[in-house]
């Protein structure tokens, strides 16, 4: 994948060059999607495609949900709001699926250049770039929660007492994360990654059985189990782990670009299967998590189980999914940073060529650097996953309506006759734009009124006093 196809002014080395507001726009609505196939390419096909969605999308997210429905009033009520939510999710991956078709567009910044303009592309790249490398940095520092839990529970004595260099976190984070992260960071297409991708599914899909398992067996009485939300304004609390936990919007473009048969049919295909996954993965681990556990759940479903060779199984296969998983949030944040110093330097295609290479692997060591050092100085992650749920919602829903209100504008205000729908789809992308707006700022300001309170550590059962 060369520069060309993926920073901006030119979207694509094989199209026109976008005029701003001068390009006239090629049907899409009311066309066979089969139509839209662009020219046979080595790729990756629907259902492996539908991995790298999957793993994308699952990840810490999963071991927050269960506190989330407790927090959300119940299992009833948390359903409730994320079935409603699920909606605009799904439709706005195929809303970016389905704009990213108008130019063949590669990454989520130019599906928004090429129907919305070059303000709203770099306005985009920024929050993808500042999104992916916020999250990179989270899971680095999942990588070492993870180790650290494995090793009071396998060698406690050895850990609290000798502390080895090699058990301590800072260790096991940067020489993991060199051997295992570093090498899947310099290809130049995602696709790469979906072999990978399935041992990270793999991983999610055993904590969802141990979770399913132990629900099923003989285990303590739960706490008290809350059946509806204290407050109105409960049901709301678990939108932030919803937006972070279904947030794979920024991946799916470069994603969709390296299947083999690039049309919406065969992406509708891999949305469905990919969503399918999610969902259940997420309501049967957060509901049957949360029913084990009532109020005696924490914020990670794994503390909340006895430290059993099963659990330690699950924390070392968490970490091992977000070693498979950080590779993808770090390519679609490079490509941001190269539209941004693109648009910056105003570059045309010909001097992006220019020291290409040199350039990747420059960007690939300082990304995987600077996320690497923060980790190691940043003791949690706290309140940032609040906000990086808050601009979760920024890619879930106000860049998709953004886009396909500006489509729909643009095909009414070609003159021609225009179907119902297309009016439809107008109205539609404003109530996505409401709904967006509304879900960033409840979002963001929950994020920062527990930064001002003050987050209360977990009383794990696995720590050195114990």
């Known amino acids: 994948m060369s520069i060309q196809e993926k920073s901006g002014p030119v979207i694509s080395s094989r199209y026109s060059t976008i005029e701003d507001g001068s390009e006239e726009l090629e049907p899409i609505?009311?066309?066979?999607?089969?139509?839209?196939?662009?020219?046979?390419?080595?790729?990756?096909?629907?259902?492996?495609?539908?991995?790298?969605?999957?793993?994308a999308?699952?990840?810490?997210?999963?071991?927050?949900?269960?506190?989330?429905?407790?927090?959300?009033?119940?299992?009833?009520?948390?359903?409730?709001?994320?079935?409603?939510?699920?909606?605009?999710?799904?439709?706005a991956l195929m809303i970016l699926g389905y704009c990213s078709d108008i130019k063949k567009c590669n990454t989520y910044q130019d599906v928004v250049y090429s129907v919305c303009g070059p303000k709203a592309q770099l306005a985009c790249a920024i929050s993808v770039m500042l999104y992916c490398f916020g999250t990179c940095i989270t899971f680095l520092i999942i990588i070492g929660?993870?180790?650290?839990?494995f090793f009071l529970q396998v060698a406690k004595t050895l850990y609290c007492d000798s502390s080895p260099i090699?058990?301590?976190?800072?260790?096991?984070?940067?020489?993991?994360?060199?051997?295992?992260?570093?090498?899947?960071?310099?290809?130049?297409?995602?696709?790469?990654?979906?072999?990978?991708s399935v041992v990270g599914v793999f991983g999610i899909m055993y904590v969802v059985c141990l979770v399913t398992l132990k629900y099923f067996l003989p285990h303590d009485p739960p706490g008290s189990v809350t059946t509806s939300p204290k407050s109105w304004i409960d049901v709301f609390l678990v939108v932030p782990d919803i937006c972070f936990a279904y947030q794979c919007h920024v991946s799916v473009i470069p994603i969709y670009s390296c299947?083999?048969?690039?049309?919406?049919?065969?992406?509708?295909?891999?949305?469905?299967?990919?969503?399918?996954?999610?969902?259940?993965?997420?309501?049967?681990?957060?509901?049957?998590?949360?029913?084990?556990?009532?109020?005696?759940?924490?914020?990670?479903?794994?503390?909340?189980f006895k430290p059993d060779a099963a659990v330690m199984v699950a924390v070392v296969l968490i970490?091992?999914?977000?070693?498979?998983?950080?590779?993808?949030?770090?390519?679609?944040?490079?490509?941001?940073?190269?539209?941004?110093?693109s648009m910056c330097w105003r570059m045309s295609p010909e001097e992006a060529l220019v020291k290409e290479k040199i350039r990747h692997i420059a960007l690939t060591l300082f990304w995987f650097s600077a996320t690497l050092m923060l980790s190691i100085f940043i003791?949690?992650?706290?309140?940032?996953?609040?906000?990086?749920?808050?601009?979760?919602?920024?890619?879930?829903?106000?860049?998709?309506?953004?886009?396909?209100?500006?489509?729909?504008?643009?095909?009414?205000?070609?003159?021609?006759?225009?179907?119902?729908?297309?009016?439809?789809?107008?109205?539609?992308?404003?109530?996505f734009l409401?709904?967006?707006?509304?879900?960033?700022?409840?979002?963001?300001?929950?994020?920062?009124?527990k930064d001002i309170e003050g987050a209360k550590p977990d009383s794990s059962k696995f720590t050195c006093n114990n």
């Open 379 to 431: 003791p949690n992650i706290g309140v940032v996953i609040q906000i990086l749920g808050a601009f979760a919602a920024v890619f879930i829903f106000i860049f998709p309506g953004m886009c396909l209100l500006k489509t729909m504008q643009n095909k009414i205000e070609s003159g021609e006759e225009q179907p119902k729908k297309v009016h439809f789809l107008k109205a539609f992308s404003i109530v």
């Open 57 to 91: 999308a699952l990840g810490a997210g999963l071991l927050n949900f269960p506190i989330a429905y407790h927090q959300a009033g119940g299992v009833v009520s948390a359903v409730l709001v994320q079935s409603f939510f699920l909606v605009f999710v799904i439709m």
């Open 259 to 304: 299947m083999e048969k690039r049309n919406l049919k065969e992406f509708s295909k891999t949305v469905s299967l990919a969503m399918v996954i999610c969902i259940l993965t997420y309501t049967g681990t957060a509901a049957l998590g949360y029913l084990q556990f009532g109020d005696n759940i924490t914020n990670d479903i794994l503390l909340s």
């Open 145 to 149: 929660d993870q180790w650290e839990l």
């Open 434 to 449: 409401i709904v967006g707006t509304f879900i960033f700022g409840l979002t963001f300001s929950q994020a920062i009124m």
């Open 319 to 341: 970490a091992v999914k977000t070693y498979t998983t950080y590779p993808i949030l770090c390519f679609c944040g490079k490509a941001a940073f190269e539209c941004i110093w």
């Open 166 to 196: 090699y058990m301590s976190r800072a260790f096991i984070i940067a020489v993991s994360s060199i051997v295992f992260i570093l090498p899947l960071c310099f290809p130049r297409r995602i696709d790469f990654l979906k072999y990978a």
């Open 29 to 55: 609505l009311g066309s066979d999607s089969n139509d839209t196939q662009v020219e046979v390419q080595t790729g990756s096909g629907w259902f492996g495609s539908a991995f790298l969605v999957v793993n």
